[in-house]
């Protein structure tokens, strides 16, 4: 079912086709993963807010995933902490995708 949108300005009318949406300009820029780099911070937050300990447990350090995260490492979408002040980054992208693929996998 189209949308019809009404302008205030002498009642123009904007038809909306069904495979579109209106969506608040914001609400895209700031949904967007692209071009957006995690810290481990934003990688829990994206995990439910489970703890750094969790993370690295069963995501960065669990064998199953080493080598994908290898080649993430190798791509450069995935930099290491080489321990405290070094921290951690992630291409959000990237790695969103990788949750997403190994969601069923993880115990949450």
């Not at 002498?10 to 700031?30: C, F, G, Q, W």
């Not at 481990?40 to 439910?48: A, D, F, P, Q, S």
């Not at 969790?54 to 450069?76: C, G, S, T």
Request: aromatic fraction near 10%.
């Amino acid at each position: 079912m189209s949308q019809l949108v009404e302008l205030p300005i002498d009642k123009i009318t904007i038809e909306i086709p069904d495979d579109m949406r209106l969506v608040p300009k914001n609400a895209s820029e700031n949904d967007s993963l692209v071009g957006r780099t995690w810290r481990m911070t934003e990688l829990r937050e994206w995990c439910g807010n489970k703890d750094e300990k969790w993370v690295r447990k069963n995501i960065l350090a669990n064998p199953h995933y080493h080598d994908e995260l290898k080649d993430m490492e190798r791509d450069h979408t995935l930099i290491w902490s080489n321990g405290p002040g070094s921290p951690w980054r992630f291409k959000a992208s990237v790695m969103a995708e990788f949750l997403d693929r190994h969601w069923s996998e993880l115990p949450w």
